[in-house]
Structures are given as C-alpha cells and as structure tokens.
DNA sequence: GCGGTAACAGACAACGATTACAGTACCTCC
DNA sequence: GGAGGTACTGTAATCGTTGTCTGTTACCGC
C-alpha cells in the first residue's frame, strides 16, 4: 500500500500539499498530485486518519441476535441511512447476556463514534460502561432505567397492547390469556399493563393461570402455550407479545391440532415474516422496523455532527405507533357450544 | 480518555513499561502499573494500536441484505467464531448491486483484515479490488469467477437440486416446473443442471414454459408462479430454488387458492423461517446455514493467523452437504383425474 | 519601486501506542 | 575488585495523516 509520502515524493511535493489536495482544498500541483495517486492506486489509510482526528467513522451496533428479523430490520434500516455518509458499522451480538453485552459495549466504546444499542436485558444496566466515555448512545426497543440519559426509539407497547385487547374483546371473547415477557423489562410491563388494563376496563379479569410468561423467547412461548392451551376452561383467544413467543405459541397451538381461528382465537405483537401465508394468516400488531432503525441512525447523526462545543443536548425519546393487522388468526369466540357445555 | 502516558506518569515509570506490562512481559513496578491503569481506567486505544501495528483486528462482512434469514444465520455463525477472539465485525450490505459492492469492498479492504463476502452478483468480479490489497478474502454461498482465487464455502447445489427432483419423481410426478434463479450465476446454473439433469436421466424433459426464472426474490418468484399455475397443462409439482423465490411461489398459490399438495405439491431450496408451521409445512433442500458462517471465519482466521512469512497456501474451497426435509407440501400426482380429462 | 496582502508552499509536531536500542543496576564468580 | 551475565529500565523512532506555523512568491495599488 502506498503513503501519502509517496505521492508526494511522486508528484515532487511536500505530504502537506497532497493532504490539501485530497481535502479539497486549492493547490499549485494539483494535476501532478492527481496523477501520482491515480498512479500509485494511492487510498489514504483510515487508521492514521481515525489516530489523527479522534474520530473513527464508525458506529456500532449492538443487538441480543441477529437472526430474529426484527433485529435484522433495524439494522437494515441503520444500514440505509449509512449507506451514503462517512460511517462504517460494526456488529456485535449479546446473545442476550448481560455480561457478554458489558465486554461488546466495552470493546466497542473504543473503536466507534457512536453506538446504537438494543439492550440485552434491562438490568444489565448499560450507563455504568457508557456514561464515562462520553461517546453518543442511542437505545432501540428496550430502554434503560435511566430513561433521561440516552436518546432512545421504541414503540407505543402500552399502545399496542390496548389494540390488542380492544380486538379481541370486539370479537367476544371473554376467556382472554396473554403470553408476556418479563417484567423486570420495560417491554414486559407495558405490554402486560396496557393488555391487562384494557381487559379490566371492559369488566374482565383475567384469570391468573392465564396471565403467563414466557421469556421472549420461542420455547417459553411453546411452553406457555402448552400449559394455556390444556388449562380448564381453555382460553378462547391468545396474544403473544413477541414474535419468537409467537413463534413457540403457533408450534403448540399445530402440534396439537387445534383449530384457529374456530378453537382458539391467536395473535401476536410483531409481524412474523410469513405471518400473511401462514394457515390462517396471523392477527398481529405492526410495528415499523427498517423505521425504528433508520430514525436511531438519524438521531445519532445528528449527535455526531454536533460540534464538540455544542451546548449539551437533551435526551431524545421517540415513540413510534403501532397498528392493528386484523388477518385470519382470530375470529369470534366459539361460544355458544363451548359455553353451553358447562 | 487517558493515555498510556498518563498511566506511565501516574504509576512513576516509562511508557514503554506500561506497554511491556500491558503485553504481560516482567515490570519491576507492576503493582503501581496496575493501580494506575484501575485508577484512570485505563483502555489502550486501538487505533493507535493498528496503526502501530498494521493490523486492525476487524474483519468485513459483506452480505447482500442481512433481513433475508439466511445471510442473516451465516452472519450469526461467523460472530459464534469471533466471540472469544481480538476480531470486530464490520457488516455492509450491497443491496444486490454490483456498484455497491465495489464501493462496500474498496471501503472495507483498507479498515479490516479479512473479509468474508457473499458476492452480490458473478459479474461483478471481485478480484479487481480484492487482489492487490493482499487482505484474505472468503467467499462464502456464491463464488467468484476465478475459483481458485479465493477460500470459499457453498453447498452442493448440484446434489441438492438432485435430491428435489428424485423426491419428485418418486412421487409419481411427471410435469414437473422449476423457478431458478439467473444463468449467469454459479448457485443458479447448478441448481439447474442438477435439476433438469436428473428429471432428463428419469427421461422427463421439462417444458420450456415450465423451466422459469424468477431472479432469486420475492417477486420474481412470484410472478413465475403466476404464470406457472396458469399455464395448461399446469405442472403438478413446482420446484422453487431459493428461499426468497419460494415465498413468492407460496403467496401466488395462497392467492389463487390452489390446495397443496392435493392440486400441486411445491417445495424449496432454503428452509423457511416458519417452514415447519405452514399449512401444509414446507418440503424443502436443508443446507447448513449458521455451520457456513462458522466455517468461513475459521477458514479467515487461518489466513490471518499465518504468519506473513508463511508460504502461500492454495485456495481451499468447502462444499457442504444439502439434505432432503420431507413435510406436508408434496404428495403424490393428483394422477388419474386430471390426467384422464384431457 | 515599495509596502501590503493574498495565495500558496514546506517543515514539523502532534495523535497513542510499540519496540529497537542503549543503558543501568545488581548479582555471581573468579 | 572486576568481568560478565541477567533483568530490567528509559529514550526515541516509528506507523500515516493532518493542522499549525512560518516562510515564499506574485500581484495589487500608489
């Protein structure tokens, strides 16, 4: 690889020119500093710069895995809004653990302007790696405790949850079971309360055995569903309020031949990739993802491009809606001969 | 952030001792090194360490679209290897587009050491702006022009689409269609061959108007469905050969609502995501997908553990086997009556 | 012809780490 | 006591770039 130094030997000019050159600035020799680097295939090298002008021109991005699709979306869409600027990604997965997410943030805070960061877990609290460095963060999806230190894009869950509520409770049913996540995350809550108070509003309770768990995750939502879907009574409807639960909810719900929507009326938070061509196609509540990313990527730009002198700037909190998709998956309850039954 | 200068001062030694230490060499004055380093919170800075050093400790990855689950499932593979070791990932997309790609390589060839890349396209030979940087490269699923340039990593697609086209004749099947992906592709023309091939051995030429190609997406796959399904005499069983083209194939069969594999059985090359939770689940081509990542970063990481040195060692290239996963969505020709009514 | 001022030039010092080199202390052994 | 070895130390050069500082030149108006 060449230098600058042998293009401006080549070129019969001192190393300050050809950096002047290629900043665009007026220069006597430009031609023959043109030619030498042509000549020379002469690419300036990005860690003398990066050493040089303390800023790497990198972001990382740091998800809990990228094979569930949500992720995939936000960084696609942090990958669009890159595309033409200065920036380079790094990606680094937790696999959801708080330890493996405290060395990835550590490494990362190193090699990176900035960083956008889906939390593996909430108590995994992410400040006390973060706030030293002083480097911009911004949170997708799950936030921190302290709300007021980061910027931050996530979804009307609370929102979300009540569309989810109000539609099954349109359609009738009464004997309504929620797969949630935990509580301890934000997530969790606000998709447990605004289900849970929606129900209540309307003058139902729901059941505790009806009101599980499942982890985030496709086994606990396959377990959960195992243990709804063979209570007394049964539930008449189901919402999963994540994709991979979802995921575990549908194998169960297959596995033992249940009919939806005639027996069991499902629903999930999130979209599932063929959520449309599934048999029925999937009830869900929508939620933007390439969006989500995209506006964290803008967000941190925007802290980027900030002057060092810049007056400090507030946290950003943006809320993203949510929609209803009302596809096969759920249908009036089964009521009348279910219920006369007992 | 402090520097290796303030620890040296801080701890009452050279930086060089700092430095000797932190490579875990004797020093004299370890114990005050290390309060030092605690008490300043010490991280050396890897910039200046690759520039130093010339090496960067990242590799490129470069993907055509991280939401399509299957590059998404390779990336995930190579970040299982990368996990304990000193390598960051830098992940770009290309879109698909040749333009970018070059862009993509030329970016990341001077700020990694390695690369692993999916090529976005055959014509958009890679050599030229990965030969004279001298930076190992892995090809991984697609392959370069000149084999022997490269490590690389696919599967047996030939095999693959041999096991498609027997599982299919064995089911009595006669009009068989394909929807391969372009010509002009190594992936695309073995898929073909090996399909054609082996319906040719069992004696069955396959229709020009049943041998489609639908560009390895989503809508292509689509629109060749459309047109296959309409065509009479119809196929009674379509083979689609990606994952991308078969969602297209099954959003077109859902639509008209042709019944699988009562009417057509249809099956893929690439599992789905939700494969296993359709109505009727998808018969397909298994490959290892996550095992293709992790066998790609090992085979970087021998390149880059070489020592430079090291006499250069010729391209290995890996082909991994593909295996048949029979489920709901083939059957049997839906023989005697729709072949006797002409 | 001269002072003043653009408009540019090159030398050199950073940036933060590593490492070759050249000490310097201390010990051992004759 | 001195030679020779061991075990460490600090100084300074280096990686490739950029920005500051200090020229140097050309051209302007008077």
Request: charged content about 25%.
């Amino acid at each position: 690889m060449s230098t600058i130094a042998d293009v401006a030997r080549l070129a019969g000019v001192s190393t300050a020119s050809v950096s002047r050159y290629l900043s665009g600035q007026r220069v006597r020799e430009h031609e023959a500093i043109e030619k030498a680097c042509t000549e020379l295939r002469y690419r300036p090298n990005p860690t003398a710069r990066s050493l040089r002008s303390g800023r790497t021109r990198s972001i990382g991005v740091v998800v809990p895995d990228i094979t569930n699709p949500y992720y995939a979306a936000v960084v696609k869409g942090i990958q669009d809004v890159t595309l033409d600027g200065p920036y380079n990604v790094f990606l680094s997965g937790t696999e959801e653990s708080a330890e493996r997410q405290h060395d990835v943030l550590l490494e990362l805070t190193g090699r990176a302007d900035g960083l956008i960061l889906i939390p593996a877990t909430e108590q995994s609290e992410p400040s006390r790696e973060l706030r030293p460095s002083r480097i911009p963060v911004v949170l997708v999806d799950r936030e921190a405790e302290d709300v007021h230190a980061f910027d931050s894009v996530v979804v009307d869950n609370t929102g979300g949850a009540r569309l989810a509520a109000e539609h099954l409770l349109e359609l009738g049913h009464e004997r309504i079971a929620m797969i949630g996540g935990p509580l301890n995350t934000t997530v969790g809550r606000e998709r447990h309360a605004g289900f849970v108070d929606t129900l209540a509003g309307a003058g139902i309770e729901m059941d505790r055995s009806h009101d599980e768990e499942g982890g985030f995750n496709v086994e606990g939502g396959y377990q959960a569903a195992l243990r709804l879907l063979g209570s007394r009574p049964a539930p008449t409807a189901i919402f999963s309020t994540n994709n991979l639960m979802t995921i575990g909810l549908l194998r169960a719900v297959n596995e033992l031949g249940i009919r939806t929507p005639d027996e069991v009326s499902v629903m999930g938070f999130d979209d599932l990739d063929l959520g449309a061509l599934l048999t029925p196609p999937l009830t869900c509540i929508d939620r933007p993802t390439e969006a989500q990313g995209a506006l964290a990527m803008r967000l941190l730009l925007r802290r980027l491009e900030e002057p060092d002198d810049a007056p400090p700037r507030k946290a950003t909190r943006i809320v993203m809606d949510v929609s209803l998709n009302v596809r096969g998956s759920t249908g009036p309850v089964p009521a009348p001969a279910a219920k006369r039954r007992r």
